[in-house]
């Protein structure tokens, strides 16, 4: 990297890190239903929602990307955020503004689904009056209820699915425009909690109200203060959130650790990239410091939602991949550290770079609301262990496609990778076949441990083990001689695709065995589109040996 590049990158380095603390506060224009001040003074409110309590910043940004997709919209011309927006709703309801019924507020994302209801293709948000008066769409959320009345357990695909879905988001923007989605007053007895009409905080809500619709953000304040302290009188020390969490969910929300983690790790593939001559050795230390800060503010990140969730870090396939980022550049820095080479780092970034921005950019399919676990998954030292196991073998192996990548390309570029790029990976692919081997075995107690048996051939376990033979065999032939440092890259890239199977395919597009609690759906497309470029580039990689070979 020469000093050019340096003095290039510097000013935009400076602008990610200082703007998050530098921007001014947001002020909603004037839109009907929408005061014309942020109401700040709810961002720490505690509310219960999806089974947990959580400030009503973070409640009202999970709802709108759940309504929408997004965590702020267009109204009249003019962008609202979620505070402000699903603050509107809570203070102008349907009984009051209409209008809300006539916002295109919920997202239809499926074009089949869309085609079928003969609405735009283009559009990806609808009014809820648009959506309900469809009989079209009505039948097939009939249908889908239906299919699960019969079968609790079946699997709704296709439209089915789809419309499913868009009437869970119906159901939420009804539960909001009622009344019953802010749940802010701790009952006298029993574990739900109340709405403010339920919970005799009426008169509370009706000030805020007036005060909202008469554009008084004092008044509205006090009457914040009123409610905060009518909750406290009612929920007491146990009944509420501590106030440390709630502060630390808010700052958590608001600051995008991970968003700023894959920056500074993209600012350090920027510098390994581009360094030469002699400045080499600086290069490279300035990519260490942007990967080690990236790699704390990822821990921070991590760290976070530990704290506020109370549990493990990885238990559904958001938390996975932002896990196999972390452990990916984790794994790189300690063989960095060993070997000073380079080649771990230009491997790790792009790999924890892409997931971290699949992850940010993706809330439909990857949804990143920390939720509680079920009681049976709570608590357990065997299940803990196994998933951390097992995630961690997946990065030891992400990492290895990543420096499979570097040898590769320098194949592709005409250039002959040294024998120490694939004794690099070598070392790399022994850590996951480690790891995974551990977590199958860990994964195998806390079945023994849970429902009695070691091994049941469920579609996770048999891909787990699939993907551990692979690695081993590929292991093996390089050990035996059946194929050198090329043929060990290749195999690399390939073998991958059995951890993207057992990671993802099974959840995702196989959906069954016992393994439920982390099914989703969505993202094959990419996926395919994925599988097919490694493909590419291994046969382009091939073909570019061969030739050079030929010479």
């Known amino acids: 990297m020469n000093r050019s590049t340096l003095t290039f990158l510097l000013p935009f380095l400076g602008f990610f890190l200082v703007h998050p603390f530098t921007s001014s506060a947001f002020t909603p224009p004037a839109i009907t239903g929408i005061a014309p001040f942020s109401p700040s003074v709810l ?240 290069a490279y230390r300035a990519a260490w410091f942007f990967a080690g800060c990236g790699f704390i503010l990822q821990a921070v990140g991590l760290l976070s939602r530990v704290l506020i969730a109370d549990r493990p870090p990885v238990t559904n396939m958001y938390e996975s991949v932002i896990w196999v980022a972390f452990g990916t550049i984790l794994f790189a820095l300690i063989f960095e550290s060993i070997y000073r080479a380079g080649t771990f780092l230009l491997g790790a970034v792009p790999v924890a770079v892409a997931s971290l921005i699949i992850a940010d950019s993706q809330p439909v399919i990857l949804d990143r609301s920390i939720h509680p676990l079920t009681p049976v998954l709570r608590d357990n030292f065997w299940l803990t262990t196994h998933v951390l196991s097992i995630t961690l073998s997946y990065a030891a192996f992400a990492l290895a496609l990543g420096v499979a990548h570097v040898a590769l390309g320098r194949v592709i570029a005409g250039k002959n990778s040294s024998e120490a790029i694939y004794n690099y990976l070598y070392k790399t692919l022994q850590v996951g076949v480690l790891l995974l081997a551990t977590g199958t075995i860990l994964g195998g107690v806390w079945a023994n441990y849970s429902w009695g048996r070691f091994w049941d051939w469920d579609p996770k376990e048999t891909w787990a083990l699939t993907a551990l033979l692979g690695y081993l065999f590929l292991l093996h032939g390089r050990i035996s001689g059946l194929w050198g440092g090329f043929g060990l890259a290749v195999g690399s890239v390939i073998a991958f695709l059995s951890v993207l199977m057992a990671w993802y395919g099974v959840n995702f597009v196989l959906g069954a065995g016992l393994h439920s609690y982390g099914f989703g759906t969505g993202g094959f497309p990419l996926v395919a589109v994925f599988i097919t470029l490694e493909l590419l580039f291994v046969l382009t990689a091939f073909l570019r040996r061969r030739s050079l070979r030929a010479y």
């Not at 009437?167 to 425009?177: C, H, N, P």
């Not at 909202?212 to 509205?220: D, L």
């Open 43 to 282: 961002e720490m409110l505690p509310i219960q929602e999806g089974g947990r309590k959580k400030p009503y910043l973070v409640f009202s940004q999970e709802t709108l990307r759940s309504l929408s997709g997004k965590t702020s919209l267009l109204l009249e011309g003019a962008r609202v955020d979620a505070l402000s927006l699903i603050t509107g709703i809570w203070m102008d309801p349907a009984a009051i503004l209409p209008s809300w019924k006539e916002r295109e507020l919920v997202l239809v994302s499926n074009r089949p689904l869309k085609q079928l209801l003969g609405l735009d293709p283009v559009r990806k948000l609808f009014s809820y009056n648009e959506l309900t008066s469809s009989e079209v769409l009505a039948k097939k959320i009939a249908e889908a209820a239906e299919s699960r009345r019969r079968d609790p357990k079946a699997r709704l695909v296709g439209l089915q699915k789809e419309a499913s879905d868009v009437a869970m988001r119906l159901g939420l923007l009804e539960s909001l425009l009622s009344g019953e989605a802010f749940r802010v007053v701790p009952p006298s007895s029993g574990h739900e909690w109340l709405t403010a009409e339920q919970g005799e905080a009426s008169p509370i809500l009706g000030e805020m109200r007036t005060a909202w619709r008469g554009n008084e953000p004092q008044r509205f304040a006090n009457a914040a203060d009123k409610l905060i302290h009518f909750q406290q009188t009612l929920g007491g020390t146990e009944g509420l959130p501590a106030i440390w969490k709630l502060s630390l969910e808010v700052l958590y929300q608001k600051s995008h650790p991970f968003r700023w983690a894959w920056i500074l790790y993209a600012m350090a593939g920027i510098i390994l990239l581009t360094s030469s001559g002699g400045w080499v050795k600086t």
